[in-house]
């Protein structure tokens, strides 16, 4: 019976602890890349969409006056939720979609004097609804753009 000298045993052991620091430092790493994911994904969509209800809830002009007159914050915003209504896929009402969408409001609205040149604070106003959704439903908001849309078979006639 042969006997491992004691510092080959210390070798061994010294490479196994090798092991488990890398071996838990690669989970660590894998766990910080998929918050990073989740963080990008998120101030992408979170970007795309205030962009596009940024886009509607602007003030429009009477195209049949010579008059700059806005057609008022009430009717940007119904743009706006009509926007996010259309970018959710939302086609029926409930009472959590009403009530996103009445929560979702303060936003369309401050985006509405933002670009009125009025002091609004939309970024307070987001975090504020962003804050809100996940308290209420248990998940971020932004988790509602993860739905892939399904794919369309094209047909030709």
Not at 1 to 22: F, K, V
Not at 50 to 55: D, G, I, S, Y
Not at 85 to 109: C, H, I, M, Q, Y
């Amino acid at each position: 019976m042969t006997t491992t000298p004691g510092y080959i045993e210390e070798l061994r052991l010294a490479a196994d602890e090798a092991r488990a620091a890398e071996a838990a430092y690669r989970r660590e790493a894998a766990a910080r890349i998929v918050m990073l994911e989740r963080e990008r994904a998120f101030a992408f969509r979170r970007m795309n969409l205030m962009k596009l209800v940024a886009e509607a809830a602007k003030p429009r002009f009477d195209d049949d006056s010579d008059t700059a007159e806005a057609s008022g914050e009430e009717i940007a915003v119904a743009r706006a939720l009509a926007a996010l209504r259309a970018k959710l896929g939302w086609l029926s009402d409930s009472e959590a979609r009403d009530a996103t969408f009445a929560r979702f409001a303060p936003v369309a609205a401050a985006l509405y004097r933002a670009s009125n040149g009025d002091a609004a604070d939309v970024a307070q106003e987001l975090s504020g609804f962003e804050t809100w959704y996940e308290t209420t439903h248990g998940i971020s908001f932004w988790t509602l753009f993860e739905n892939p849309m399904p794919d369309t078979p094209r047909v030709d006639f």
